[in-house]
């Protein structure tokens, strides 16, 4: 069993079977420019504390995953220099090297079920890629073989949604929309694709989570939540930034884990900060969510 690094908080909450919830650190490491990026991982962590649930930002750190960071940790993530950006599939390469890592939605996954958290809040996880469809994000391959529920706003809307949406039922992956009946598009709560299941409450999210968990089916739950409408985008707008965005990524040859950070970084700078706030937005949102579905959880566990 690979050792997972566990703050003293979070050593706590899991040992007295408290609610906890994971955050990852791309968000920290690749998402958002120093100083805000520190802020922001503060605010996320200080919602899930307001509802009652245990922050645990998940990284590695100088090879050894960790779940739970103290403010330098943040802060060494967050000013750049030898920090890379980590899937899954790297997690094994970041421990015989020594290296620091922000996590992405399936290394975060991956360390925590490892610690034992059940519960994850991200920005929007990966997909299908617009194109020939050959680029498929870890994401949902981890989300077909890794038992968390992940909270989050939405597929990127810089990737293909339908085509990720049938990928996801392909995996057996149960998709929940939270109240709304449209599946939402990260920056937009709008995405033309229709919520395969809409619910309405964190405790009946949580229930189902159980339930899923109970007949070892082994898939993750996605769940998705839309932006707040004040805080959501023009659909139509930020439909054009994006396109642009897309084609200046295609001409200069960048692929890969690299396209995302870059087209993050060009919507900010085309929006004049728009993007970013929206963002910051979901994030927080998401947070909110995961940690009322991990505090019902943990009642009905208690319950039974």
């Known amino acids: 069993m690979t050792e997972i690094r566990l703050s003293d908080e979070v050593a706590a909450a899991l040992a007295e079977a408290r609610p906890v919830v994971a955050l990852e650190s791309t968000i920290i490491s690749h998402g958002m420019p120093w100083p805000r990026n520190a802020e922001v991982a503060a605010e996320v962590e200080a919602a899930v504390r307001a509802e009652g649930a245990v922050p645990a930002t998940v990284a590695v750190i100088d090879g050894t995953p960790c779940a739970g960071l103290d403010a330098a940790q943040i802060a060494r993530l967050g000013q750049g220099g030898a920090v890379v950006k980590a899937a899954s599939r790297d ?43 050959l680029d498929v994000s870890a994401d949902l391959t981890e989300l077909a073989v890794t038992d968390v529920c992940v909270v989050c706003a939405g597929v990127k809307s810089i990737l293909d949604i339908p085509r990720t949406i049938e990928t996801l039922e392909t995996l057996r992956v149960p998709v929940l929309v939270f109240g709304a009946d449209e599946f939402p598009a990260f920056y937009t709560r709008r995405s033309g694709v229709a919520a395969g299941e809409r619910v309405d409450d964190a405790a009946e999210i949580a229930a189902i989570r159980s339930a899923h968990a109970a007949m070892s089916l082994g898939t993750g739950l996605l769940v998705a939540n839309p932006i707040p409408e004040a805080d959501a985008l023009d659909p139509d707008a930020i439909g054009g930034t994006i396109e642009a965005a897309l084609a200046e990524a295609a001409a200069r040859g960048i692929n890969g884990k690299e396209v995302t950070p870059f087209l993050l970084g060009r919507l900010n700078a085309e929006t004049d900060g728009t993007a970013l706030a929206a963002n910051i937005a979901l994030v927080l949102n998401n947070a909110r969510l995961a940690a009322r579905i991990a505090v019902a959880g943990t009642a009905q566990t208690a319950r039974s």
């Not at 996880?125 to 020939?132: E, K």
């Open 91 to 133: 997690l094994g390469l970041c421990a015989v090297r020594g290296l620091t890592a922000g996590t992405t939605v399936s290394a975060t996954m991956r360390i925590a079920h490892l610690a034992g958290i059940g519960t994850f809040a991200t920005g929007g996880i990966g997909g299908v890629h617009r194109g020939d469809g």
